[in-house]
């Protein structure tokens, strides 16, 4: 095969994936790792795709590596927000044992919770206050405040994860991607993202589509790792994920 004829072929795979590693193009497109890896490199020299360990995610990818404060992200994609809040609420059952990570879809959905028959864990100050509000028994960790995301954050909150097992967990994400998982901008918060996701049966990332083709700073989650719940038009990339749960 011609060397344009395996670039077209590479952009077609990444049009259609969002995402796409080494092993899968030399499986599909028959080559050598040299040879896809060199490929690659010609492409996204050309800023055609942008080359990452492993493979190439789409040239739209985006990359953010800040936090908005919490009375920014408020304001934005409510009516999506709302849709999604509303669904994830509904998955608590009886006898739940759940944690809730700071962010403002994850505050959105405590609004709709009604099941008090579960018990709440949550890593966010504003969140705790209004579950308990709500009459629900709610434990909040310790650690360290982070004024930005308004989240507990940090080693002694990841020491204080370590003895519970939830049965259902919401997390927000500032990112998803194929190829980089759920991420997010900062280290100590991705840390706590990552040992409650560990120490989870169900999980669920609740983004909406401007989270999607989207890369932060510190991974805390694989792709295939929780459910995504989304509304909207899904990127084509996205559309064959049996773990998209679409509202």
């Not at 120490?199 to 510190?218: G, P, T, W, Y």
Request: negative net charge; aromatic residues 8%.
């Amino acid at each position: 095969m011609l060397t344009e004829e395996r670039f077209s072929k590479i952009l077609s795979i990444l049009e259609d994936m969002g995402s796409v590693t080494v092993q899968q193009l030399m499986t599909e497109l028959d080559a050598s790792e040299s040879t896809i890896r060199r490929d690659l490199t010609a492409l996204d020299a050309r800023g055609q795709l942008i080359k990452v360990h492993g493979g190439a995610i789409m040239k739209n990818t985006v990359f953010s590596t800040m936090d908005d404060e919490v009375v920014h992200r408020k304001e934005r994609n409510k009516e999506e927000k709302e849709a999604i809040a509303i669904y994830a609420a509904g998955l608590i059952a009886p006898g739940d044992f759940v944690y809730i990570d700071a962010g403002t879809t994850t505050e959105r959905m405590i609004d709709y919770i009604a099941n008090k028959q579960a018990i709440y864990v949550t890593n966010a100050i504003t969140h705790a206050k209004k579950l308990a509000e709500k009459g629900c028994t709610v434990y909040i960790l310790g650690g360290e405040f982070k004024a930005v995301t308004e989240a507990i954050v940090g080693e002694e909150a990841v020491a204080t994860l370590e003895k519970y097992n939830f049965t259902k967990g919401f997390w927000g994400a500032n990112g998803v991607s194929l190829q980089r998982g759920f991420s997010t901008p900062e280290l100590k918060e991705a840390m706590v993202k990552r040992k409650s996701m560990e120490n989870c049966k169900e999980r669920f990332v609740l983004a909406d589509q401007s989270k999607f083709n989207q890369i932060s700073s510190v991974t805390f989650g694989e792709f295939e790792s929780a459910s995504v719940i989304t509304t909207g038009a899904i990127h084509p990339a996205f559309a064959k994920c049996k773990n998209i749960i679409q509202v």
